[in-house]
């Protein structure tokens, strides 16, 4: 028989519909390490939505938790819907995918805003440098000095993502590779349980507009120079894992970090050859400066801090889903509402 998770559903119960893209493309693996996650976390998957844009990343959804709700918004406006659905359910969880083109160009100022007001999902950036569902043209977070060969050459420096959310405030922000399973499931499994917004942006190869050795978006390079600021460990409460333990027999023995987070999770950071504090927002920024100015590919959970309030919070909301409130709870008595209009006198 198969096996069962914590709420005895198996693996398969979390997949979706067979995918649509172009075969080996990296947005499929993503897709896998998500249902993987799911399955060891045991989520409830009609307590969860799954968001997206447009763009083939934004297509995935449809591959992952089946049996959960899910919405595929307007082009760069998959925050704005993400917003609606959180302020009116809190009780929900949310994993959103984007991609390169529907977060770095026409979604760039949702982006910054839905980090500022720090809505609790998983954002989830599968970065690829180009526009693979509209034949591969350049996008904002493409190499300078990479040629295509059907759209010459681009002579623009690429937005860094994991460097915008920083900026941004964003309090869990990692980048990672869609060729490191284990790294990805670790990530999302930490990201899933952080109350705040947790950006993920994970180079995700296109295999058929961008896979040469000499672009940093392709298998190659990545399997080539990505270097882990450290290895991780997710130690959630009530939950055995049915792997083997992680071990970096190929690294130095190194100190380790423990972030706790919210729910009693705790997310060990064993470091490796780099010193990097993922607690110091300096340090993160600092990081990825040189990662751009050396070449260098680095993974890893790059910053974190403690939550801090989320939009519900900062609102006052109730706990009760707004959607579950009757129009008698949710229409004020005419007393209040004189009292209230009473201040604007």
Known sequence: MAKTNAIGLTRDAYRGRKSTLCPGCGHDSISNQIISMAYD???????????????????????????????????????????????????LKCVAVSGDGDTGSIGMGQFKHVIRRNIPFVYIIENNGVYGLTKGQFSATADEGQALKYYGRNDLPPIDLAME??????????????????????LLKAAIRHNGIAVLDIISP???????????????????????????????????????????????????????????????LKKLGRE?????RARALSVLEEAQ??????????????????????ENLIDTPLADI???????????????????K
């Not at 959310?165 to 670790?186: L, Y």
């Not at 129009?327 to 009473?342: C, E, F, H, V």
């Open 41 to 91: 976390v045991g989520i409830e998957q009609h307590k969860l939505i799954k968001m997206s844009g447009i763009g083939c990343s934004s297509k995935t959804p449809a591959y992952f938790l089946g049996k959960s709700h899910g919405f595929n918004a307007l082009h760069g406006r998959m925050p704005s819907v993400v917003t609606g659905a959180l302020i009116g359910n809190r009780e």
């Open 165 to 186: 959310a920083i900026i941004g405030g964003a309090t869990f922000v990692a980048r990672s590779f869609s060729g490191d399973a284990k790294q990805v499931q670790s």
């Open 206 to 268: 296109c295999v058929t507009f961008n896979n040469a050795a000499t672009s940093t978006k392709s298998y190659p390079y990545g399997k080539e120079h990505q270097i882990s600021l450290h290895d991780i460990q997710v130690m959630m409460p009530g939950y055995v894992q049915d792997r083997e333990e992680i071990a970096i027999d190929d690294y130095p023995a190194g100190e380790i970090i423990e972030v706790d987070m919210h729910d009693g999770t705790i997310v060990q």
């Open 276 to 280: 990097h504090d993922p607690r110091s």
């Open 293 to 314: 100015r050396d070449h260098l590919f680095l993974t890893g959970l790059i910053y974190y801090e403690e939550p801090r309030r989320t939009l519900a919070d900062v």
């Open 326 to 344: 009757n129009d008698a709870q949710a229409r004020p008595s005419k007393d209040k509402l004189d009292a209230l209009m009473a201040q604007f």
